[in-house]
């Protein structure tokens, strides 16, 4: 296909990184459009750089405006050059972690009116037409609202942007809605690894962390092994939120985790593609004997 467009929707600047980098520079560089849509500037992040500490919510309060730098800088790392603010920059705040008092603000995303945002979120889709849609599952990988968030508002727009009574604008409907995912056992050979390595980075029981999923669960394997480098160079621009040790990083917590180069998703809505060979497992693929699309747009027309 070679009018290929994906539209992937993440919380705060660094989440597109973390998660979908390397999918996203190898599309990017295979000639697709990849939008980004980024629902908060990340206010309330934690800084890691000590110079940098006064941006913090709870100083100057600066900090969204350098994560858009930031963000800019990533994006040119991955190679994506369509990149938007859910509703504009800022119209959407951080809204912390869960039980935090910035939830209950009137502008956190966390309090966001669904229909509005998801409105907001359907007019991009409407725009950019893509094919495919990738966001956060329903616990937003690990139970932070705006990622809960991002899923509700995504899964909505979904909906809204196939929808003729809505708003304005051709109806557009998406062949595919995939949620990101990262395997148990992948993050097992990762802190294994950095055992053996001796990482600077603190290395934590897999089993004790609030997210992965079983390798029977994934549906989508993307082999971007050779984008690792640029996903890296993009996790380097989030300098107020990670620190990197190649192939290492970790954000505030000092907890290590691999920059994965074979990332996986789950298919939620559309019709699966037919299954092509995966990475290997030795390179963080999940292996045999589940079978698994390794093109996001596998079985699109």
């Known amino acids: 296909m070679n009018d290929r ?18 999918t996203m520079a190898r599309y ?73 008092a910035s939830n209950h603000r009137a502008d956190a995303f966390w309090q966001a009116d669904l229909d509005e945002a998801a409105g907001e979120l359907a007019a991009v889709i409407r725009e950019v037409r893509p094919q495919v849609l990738v966001t956060y599952d329903e616990n937003g990988f690990y139970g932070h609202p705006d990622h809960i968030q991002a899923h509700r508002v995504s899964r909505r727009a979904f909906e809204l942007a196939a929808d003729p009574a809505f708003g304005e604008g051709e109806p557009w409907r998406i062949a595919k ?25 603190l290395v934590e029981d897999v089993d004790d962390l609030p997210y992965g999923c079983a390798d029977r669960d994934v549906t989508t394997e993307i082999d971007a092994r050779p984008y690792v480098g640029a996903k890296l160079d993009a996790m380097r621009a989030h300098a107020t939120q990670i620190s990197v040790d190649a192939p290492w990083f970790a954000l505030s917590n000092d907890i290590g985790q691999e920059a994965l180069g074979v990332e996986h998703f789950i298919l939620r809505a559309g019709v699966p593609g037919p299954a092509g060979p995966g990475a290997p497992v030795e390179a963080g693929g999940i292996g045999e004997p589940y079978d698994r699309e390794n093109d996001l747009f596998a079985g699109i027309g």
Not at 34 to 63: F, K, N, Q, Y
């Open 28 to 100: 990017a560089a295979e000639g697709a459009r990849v939008t980004l849509v980024t629902c908060t500037l990340g206010e309330e992040g934690e800084v890691i750089p000590a110079e940098l500490a006064h941006l913090a919510a709870d100083r100057d309060d600066t900090l969204g405006g350098h994560r858009v730098g930031e963000l800019a800088a990533a994006c040119k790392a991955l190679g994506v050059t369509d990149h938007r603010f859910l509703g504009g920059p800022g119209r959407w705040r951080d809204s912390g972690m869960m039980g935090a």
């Open 177 to 201: 809605f995939y949620l990101t995912a990262v395997t148990r056992s992948s993050m097992r050979r990762a802190a294994e690894a950095m055992r053996e390595a001796g990482t600077r980075f």
């Open 5 to 22: 467009r994906l539209l992937l929707v993440h919380a705060h600047p660094d989440d597109e990184t973390i998660g979908t980098g390397a």
